[in-house]
């Protein structure tokens, strides 16, 4: 039977097929179906090219097939998508150019494609995106200029991306954002100017920002801040004083090179949990 009369299906999961190299033009018959994965394919290659009638997709998950060197362009045209997929597709490159035409798409996890160095400028058109991971993309170099317009944004993870070296100043309109993940962006030197006016910011992962020097100005004004997490940035000497006054402000976590503590730290320590690793403090705040 040819795969593409089974009308009725809604799912396919593909897994560990390493001799597979490509799926039958019949698969494009699937009218109903709703979540396709295909993972572990070792040899797999290319999608059919007219992947984008499956118009009923609301899940892709690509996993593990590292001689996937692209995608088709027509799956900007797959209308119904909100979950997308990829990890450790190593040969990939690029994303469509119209990526951004996948207008309820709410969540975009790529993993560990360590070919990938951009994304198409397009991509800031997903406007009903919550969810946005790019990590463990080792050759990935920078955010579209107006990644700002994702309003809905309420999560990016960013991290283990090394070639990253600075974000766009548009970042900062985010104004949904709650969680920033950062670490182990060794070549990340500083964040955006304004950067207090992610105000809905809850949590910010900047472990192992090796050459992150210091916080931004009036970095204290991010008043939703509960978490932050420094540890292992290896030329961050101090904190600002104002930090105390984050009245959110639960956990600063492991502060390794800090040499100083901020004035103050003292009266707020019911507020704040430090977690210090083998810091090197020269003094203590009177």
């Not at 709703?34 to 998950?61: A, I």
């Not at 900007?76 to 990890?87: I, N, Y």
């Not at 970095?219 to 540890?231: A, I, N, P, T, Y």
Request: charged letters at 20%; proline letters at 5%.
């Amino acid at each position: 039977m040819e795969i593409g009369k089974l009308q009725s299906l809604m799912e396919l999961d593909i897994r560990t097929c390493d001799q597979l190299k490509c799926l039958p033009d019949s698969i494009l018959n699937l009218s109903q179906l709703k979540t396709f994965r295909l993972r572990g394919c070792k040899n797999f290659t290319n999608l059919p090219m007219e992947f984008g009638k499956l118009q009923s997709l609301v899940k892709v998950d690509l996993s593990d097939c590292p001689r996937l060197g692209c995608l088709p362009d027509s799956i900007v045209h797959l209308s119904q998508l909100k979950t997308f997929e990829l990890t450790r597709c190593n040969k990939l490159t690029n994303l469509p150019m119209e990526f951004g035409n996948l207008q309820s798409l709410v969540e975009l996890n790529i993993f560990g494609c360590s070919q990938l160095w951009c994304l198409p400028d397009s991509i800031v058109h997903l406007s009903q995106i919550k969810t946005f991971q790019l990590s463990c993309c080792y050759y990935f170099t920078n955010l579209p200029m107006e990644f700002g317009k994702l309003q809905s944004l309420v999560k990016l993870n960013l991290s283990f991306c090394p070639q990253l070296r600075c974000l766009p100043d548009s970042i900062v309109y985010l104004s949904q954002l709650k969680a920033l993940h950062l670490a182990g962006c060794d070549n990340l030197t500083y964040l955006p100017m304004e950067f207090e006016k992610l105000q809905s910011l809850v949590k910010l992962d900047l472990a192992g920002c090796n050459n992150l020097t210091n916080l931004p100005m009036e970095f204290e004004k991010l008043q939703s801040l509960v978490e932050l997490d420094l540890s292992g940035c290896s030329q961050l000497g101090c904190l600002p004083d104002s930090i105390m006054n984050m009245p959110q402000l639960e956990t600063l976590r492991r502060c390794q090179k800090l040499d100083t503590l901020p004035i103050g730290i003292d009266g707020n320590m019911h507020q704040i949990l430090v977690y210090m690793n083998r810091s090197q403090f020269r003094c203590l705040p009177d």
